[in-house]
């Protein structure tokens, strides 16, 4: 069965590096997201992405975030600079289509860690 | 702006004990209802999509149910077993794409 891949399933970073997280999303779907899940918290969505570009961002999504799909295949977020805050359960998901009677795939997760 | 509530937050029950999981949200106006399993630090498995236009779907022992009006949702779980035990999340689509989330269910069914 397709499903949604996310590497890696991990990330240790020091404060202010930059990270990328990457996602390979199922081949036939369109429609590209990432979300967060902060430990004991909800999952916010982050930002939507198709036909190269940004559909929508939330608040959380600021200058220091960037998403991108540099091939067929691959979708990354790109964390410029990180802070403690941003240590988090990143998902990944994609849709074959928006609006009605559509799912979405989520991924495994990248647990980052900022220290 | 949209706003999704679970409740209970932790239910536990015995083995073979059929329950209900209750989502809660405030704008009617959604395309879709999802319903996920999460297994500790795990991602996010997809059990049920409910459109605007249905009443309810089911898959197995699990059967959601949709009330546009009322803004409800419930997710019934037929026969539990342990393996059952799990956070469910429910998510609102207003046909953005966008989902959003309530804060999850964490069920124990013991043995």
């Known amino acids: 069965e397709p499903e949604v891949t996310q590497t890696p399933s991990h990330q240790v970073t020091q404060m202010g590096q930059e990270v990328i997280l990457r996602c390979v999303p199922i081949?036939?779907?369109?429609?590209f997201y990432w979300y967060r899940q902060i430990l004991g918290q909800k999952v916010e969505f982050l930002v939507s992405?198709?036909?190269?570009?940004?559909?929508?961002k939330s608040e959380i999504f600021d200058d220091q975030f960037s998403v991108e799909r540099p091939d067929g295949s691959n979708f990354t977020l790109k964390i410029r600079s990180t802070k403690l805050e941003d240590s988090a359960m990143y998902f990944c998901?994609?849709?074959?289509?928006?609006?009605?009677?559509?799912?979405?795939?989520f991924g495994q997760g990248t647990r980052l860690t900022v220290v | 702006k949209q706003e999704v509530t679970q409740i209970p937050a932790a239910l536990s029950v015995p083995e073979g004990e059929n329950l209900v999981l209750n989502c809660s949200f405030t704008?009617?106006?959604?395309?879709?209802l999802q319903w996920f399993r999460q297994d500790p630090g795990k991602g996010l498995t997809s059990l049920l999509l409910?459109?605007?236009?249905?009443r309810e779907q089911t898959s197995g022992r699990l059967n959601a149910s949709l009330d546009k009006s009322s803004g409800r949702s419930t997710l019934y779980i037929a026969a539990s077993q342990p393996g059952d035990s799990a956070t469910y999340l429910c998510?609102?689509?207003?046909?953005?794409?966008?989902?959003?989330f309530g804060q999850g269910t964490t069920l124990q069914v013991k043995p």
């Open positions: 998901a994609s849709s074959e289509d928006q609006g009605m009677n559509t799912e979405a795939f």
């Open positions: 081949s036939n779907h369109l429609y």
């Open positions: 992405f198709y036909n190269n570009e940004i559909s929508e």
């Open positions: 704008d009617s106006a959604i395309y879709n």
């Open positions: 409910i459109q605007s236009s249905q």
């Open positions: 998510a609102a689509d207003s046909n953005t794409g966008k989902l959003i």
